[in-house]
């Protein structure tokens, strides 16, 4: 399963990065705004992540269904958007939530983005 080697890894970065987000803590902003702003933060961890599934070279052999393995090799290569990412979760909805946002609703949803972003490296 992809989710105990991930959470290895999420704590490995954890370690290794430390705290970065603002001092200040919550910004004020809507529910929109927050998730607007997140966008980009999240696209750039998958877009990493895809592409360093894409440039492994068991990629040609990997069935799309078993992307899992490579998946988790790539994070190490892709931690500071992964780690911008939790982050800036942190910095617009509290201290603690960027890694519960990795670890559930990123995890649950990155094979399926990944495959999708691959899916042309395929043909």
Do not use: H, W
């Not at 992809?2 to 954890?14: D, E, H, M, Q, R």
């Not at 997140?38 to 990997?62: G, H, K, N, Q, Y």
């Amino acid at each position: 399963m992809i989710l105990a080697p991930l959470a290895g890894v999420a704590l490995v970065v954890s370690v290794a990065t430390g705290f970065i987000a603002a001092p200040e803590g919550m910004i004020s902003t809507t529910a929109r705004q927050k998730s607007a702003a997140m966008e980009p933060l999240i696209s750039s961890a998958t877009e990493c992540i895809a592409r360093a599934v894409a440039a492994d070279p068991r990629f040609a052999s990997t069935p799309p269904a078993k992307l899992g393995d490579l998946i988790v090799d790539s994070i190490p290569a892709c931690i500071r958007p992964v780690r911008a990412m939790i982050d800036g979760y942190d910095r617009y909805f509290g201290d603690g939530t960027g890694e519960t946002f990795f670890m559930g609703p990123y995890l649950d949803t990155l094979p399926t983005a990944v495959s999708n972003l691959v899916a042309d490296k395929r043909r």
